[in-house]
């Protein structure tokens, strides 16, 4: 009986369980990669055309990806791949957020105390400082990868079989 239990749950499990594809993006020669599933927001400039394309991978074939549900790429199309980076764009959005509220909690501040000015020379120089911050760090919130046989690959992996 437990045979039969062990077997009949067992099957209804291996039911359940369907392959998967996997997009990846490695570099030769380390363990550094970046796994990209169904479902997953990338961002891509193609060779020909020379297109960028952004959007969700709605599937994963045998040598190609389709993003947006209508752009199919072929890996070997990829000119590179655009990732962010968590880090800096969290600080930017800190500096930004950080410089608005400052000014914006200094101009409350003084007008409720009938300051004159309002907004002082230094107020203004420590917000700005932070605003300008912010968009200074604007270019290095991504990364791009360029696909060749020495810096970055793609490739996909393939568990259906």
Not at 24 to 38: I, Q
Request: proline content about 2%; overall charge positive; aromatic content about 10%.
């Amino acid at each position: 009986m437990r045979r039969i239990l062990f077997v009949l749950g067992f099957s209804i499990m291996v039911s359940f369980c369907h392959s998967q594809q996997i997009f990846l993006l490695e570099k030769p020669g380390t363990v550094n990669n970046k796994k990209y599933y169904s479902g997953d927001a990338i961002k891509i400039k193609t060779i020909h055309p020379d297109t960028i394309l952004s959007g969700k991978i709605t599937g994963i074939n045998d040598s190609s990806i389709i993003v947006g549900y209508a752009n199919e790429v072929f890996i070997g199309n990829i000119n590179y791949i655009v990732r962010g980076r968590w880090g800096f764009s969290l600080l930017q959005k800190v500096f930004l957020s950080a410089g608005f509220a400052y000014v914006v909690i200094a101009t409350f501040n003084g007008l409720i105390n009938n300051d004159k000015p309002i907004v002082d020379e230094q107020t203004l120089i420590i917000s700005g400082s932070l605003l300008v911050a912010g968009v200074i760090l604007t270019p290095i919130t991504t990364r791009k990868h360029k696909i060749d046989s020495k810096h970055w690959r793609v490739k996909i992996l393939d568990f259906s079989k």
